[in-house]
DNA sequence: CCACGGGCTGGTCAGAGTGCTCACTCTGTT
DNA sequence: AACAGAGTGAGCACTCTGACCAGCCCGTGG
């Protein structure tokens, strides 16, 4: 990860549909040289391909929430199984501190949301589930602030 | 959103460097339909493009930490602008219920989180900051079930 | 001191995909 | 019965891709 490094994949995150050529275009190097970049930056895992930006909020589900889930000791694997089959669950994560399980989760509207939080404690083991709704999202995810500290300083 | 649209998705989800002409071969559709249909879901906002998906982990910010956060009281677009100065902070959420707001940020270590959450109470107007830690990620950030639901049974 | 490997450059090449337009067909609707 | 919308299949010029090449620069190490 150097500078270039950054630079490109800074730019591609502003455009992402730009080809090898015209990134080298702009980022003023040889053509060669961007693709020898992109293959090692996917060879080492940093870039992990260029996956849709689906809008959930566009295809009808406005709804986010956040849960945190407490479950009985030792299960958390078959927890993680029962929570996985329910497709507005999006995203699972095992943390420290008060709770064991921090679940994203979408719907459509508050009743379908009080459907989907019904289907999450009825998956077995699930003991106490604290659900908080996304009024609104300041900071969308983005990445790009690391991507420009090392764009700032040379490298690694 | 129709099924064509959804196995579409589907199709560039799983591999989303397709062109539109291999697109339209493995769905068996003409190409112009393809075509169509990808600017019709970007017209509607669905599609937001594709952007480089960018593993922190690979790039040496190995740890996530989830942060709920308590705030004074109509404060919160200022603490927002302190929050998102901090490059470490990956996403904010304003919700309900205990707390505030809601942050996941990264870091290289637990040294280096410790600088981060530092940052962070030191936002102006942070009241009190409760961190978790990312121990494991049993589902990572999907869609894909949502998509096969519309796939499953015709459209909207 | 010089050879070596790695990385970057700038050029070429054929093949493939893109964006666009056209005329035609097949719906469901008015 | 006519119509608008959507899909089809075809053709066009243009561009990019992926692969290859020789040459150049620079830091490492013999």
Redesign the pocket.
């Known amino acids: 990860m150097d500078e270039?490094d950054a630079r490109l994949l800074l730019l591609l995150t502003d455009e992402p549909r730009l080809?090898?050529?015209?990134c080298s275009r702009r980022l003023?190097?040889?053509?060669?040289?961007v693709?020898?970049?992109l293959d090692r930056l996917v060879e080492r895992g940093v870039l992990a391909g260029f996956p849709p930006a689906l809008d959930l909020g566009a295809m009808g589900y406005g709804l986010t929430a956040f849960a945190v889930v407490e479950i009985a000791q030792g299960r958390r694997a078959e927890v993680c199984e029962g929570l996985a089959a329910i497709p507005e669950v999006c995203e699972v994560h095992a943390t420290t501190g008060q709770g064991d399980l921090f679940v994203r989760m979408v719907a459509r509207s508050n009743a379908d949301l009080q459907r989907v939080v019904d289907h999450v404690v009825d998956v077995p083991h699930v003991r106490r589930l604290s659900t908080s709704i996304a009024l609104s999202t300041p900071v969308p995810p983005r990445v790009r602030p690391l991507l420009e500290r090392v764009k700032g300083r040379p490298p690694r």
């Not at 080809?19 to 015209?22: A, F, K, P, T, Y």
């Not at 003023?28 to 040289?33: L, S």
């Open positions: 270039l080809g090898v050529l015209e003023g190097v040889a053509r060669g040289t693709q020898a970049r």
